[in-house]
């Protein structure tokens, strides 16, 4: 019996009283499996930074819903419902995923006629927080991701 350069190399998990045979492996994430973690709701919206945290996240265990508010139209929403598919398909398809669009062409409206140009990036992410901490709490979801820290 060669043990540094076996002819035979045979695998096995003991598991208490079990013996497993590992007949194939295969590469995963690197991370931890899916829903091991918190559920997360993700506020996405077709950037690159939303998008890694996304899979970040996926990678950490949590299963992500995605929410995207729309300020610009129907073509940007289709654009990233199809990033927010990928993502899906690639790392997460195990789970059903949400996808909530939110109408705030309202919202930015209001904001660029009563709040001064200097507030209004930041009323408008407070705005988008408050919404999507109700929209969380209502699908019994308890972390928002952001991805800001990333961009």
């Known amino acids: 019996m060669q043990l540094k350069n076996p002819d035979i190399t045979v695998k096995i998990e003991i598991e208490h009283d079990k013996m497993l045979f590992i007949k194939v492996r295969h590469d995963g994430m690197d991370g931890f499996p899916m829903s091991t ?3 997360v709701l993700s506020l996405i919206s077709g950037e690159f930074d939303a998008g890694v945290a ?10 992500v819903y995605y929410l995207f508010f729309n300020m610009g139209g129907r073509t940007h929403e289709i654009g990233t419902k199809q990033m927010a598919y990928e993502l899906w398909e690639r790392y997460s398809s195990s789970h059903k ?8 062409e309202p919202v930015v409206g209001e ?11 930041v009323v408008l992410k407070r705005m988008m927080m408050r919404v999507a901490s109700v929209i969380a709490q209502k699908n019994r979801i308890e972390a928002v991701v952001t991805g800001e820290a990333l961009g």
């Not at 996304?54 to 299963?63: A, N, T, V």
């Open 111 to 121: 904001i660029l006629t009563k709040i001064d140009d200097g507030q209004m990036g």
């Open 54 to 63: 996304s899979y970040e996240f996926i990678r950490r265990g949590s299963r």
């Open 37 to 39: 973690q918190e559920d």
């Open 97 to 104: 995923v949400r996808f909530t669009t939110v109408d705030f």
